[in-house]
């Protein structure tokens, strides 16, 4: 059973920074999407920033130029450095890690952002 776990989250001040690590325990072959979501209260969950196996990265504009999504294969982790931190960046934060059969979905971690 493949289960991302992320943490990393935190309370921070605006203008702050954050790092979110997603470790995948159990094995999963042919990762072709690791990326970021986000959920803020009475929203749908959306996608912040992906990348995939070809290194090809993706972000929503909300968070471009402040946001960089990285992974390190061997340890099959993604992380999501997030700088220049706004109010309205807070959210829970989701990893999901996917290949062509299926995707896997941590548990979330809290990020909240004061002004």
């Known amino acids: 059973q493949v289960q991302p776990v992320e943490s990393g989250g935190g309370l921070v001040q605006a203008g702050g920074s954050l790092r979110l690590s997603c470790a995948a325990s159990?094995?999963?072959?042919?990762?072709?999407?690791r990326g970021w979501f986000r959920q803020a209260p009475g929203k749908r969950r959306e996608l912040v920033a992906a990348?995939?196996?070809?290194?090809?990265?993706n972000y929503a504009d909300a968070v471009k130029g402040r946001f960089t999504i990285s992974r390190d294969n061997a340890e099959n982790t993604v992380y999501l450095q997030m700088n220049s931190l706004k109010p309205e960046d807070t959210a829970v934060y989701y990893c999901?890690?996917?290949?062509?059969?299926?995707?896997?979905w941590g548990q979330g971690t809290q990020v909240t952002v004061s002004s």
């Open positions: 990348i995939t196996s070809d290194g090809s990265t």
């Open positions: 999901k890690i996917a290949n062509t059969i299926s995707g896997y």
């Open positions: 159990g094995s999963i072959f042919n990762v072709n999407f």
